[in-house]
């Protein structure tokens, strides 16, 4: 079975930086598309970021596109998530997911596998 596990999360002020990072085990970590999705208090769960297979394409929501960057690491089996110029707004639950072809992802929102979520908060 694959699992999907966040890190780097945390609490920062507004205008700081963190990079999420999100590990695969249990399947061959190249043969996935990569995304990342979030969830605020009292809204949905949101596309936030995508990555093809060897990272030759990149997806942004209009929100973080220009601050955030996503990348891979495909022989450490990693995607991260560079957010740089945090805002309140950004403040959620962000997610890892990983699925098989990438519109799972920027459309459907229903990628085959989910991580468990890392908290990020910027305080005002």
């Known amino acids: 079975q694959v699992q999907l596990v966040e890190s780097g999360g945390g609490l920062v002020q507004p205008g700081d930086s963190l990079r999420l990072s999100c590990t695969l085990s249990?399947?061959?970590?190249?043969?996935?598309?990569m995304g990342w999705f979030r969830q605020a208090p009292g809204k949905e769960r949101e596309f936030v970021s995508g990555?093809?297979?060897?990272?030759?394409?990149?997806y942004y929501a209009d929100s973080v596109k220009g601050r955030f960057t996503v990348s891979r690491d495909n022989p450490k089996n990693t995607v991260y998530l560079q957010m740089n110029s945090l805002k309140p707004e950004d403040t959620a639950v962000y997610y890892c997911?990983?699925?098989?072809?990438?519109?799972?992802?920027?459309?459907?929102?229903?990628?085959?596998?989910w991580g468990r979520g890392t908290q990020v908060t910027v305080s005002s």
């Open positions: 997911a990983a699925a098989e072809k990438i519109q799972q992802i920027l459309r459907s929102g229903a990628p085959n596998y």
């Open positions: 990555i093809t297979f060897t990272g030759a394409n990149t």
């Open positions: 249990g399947r061959t970590f190249s043969n996935y598309n």
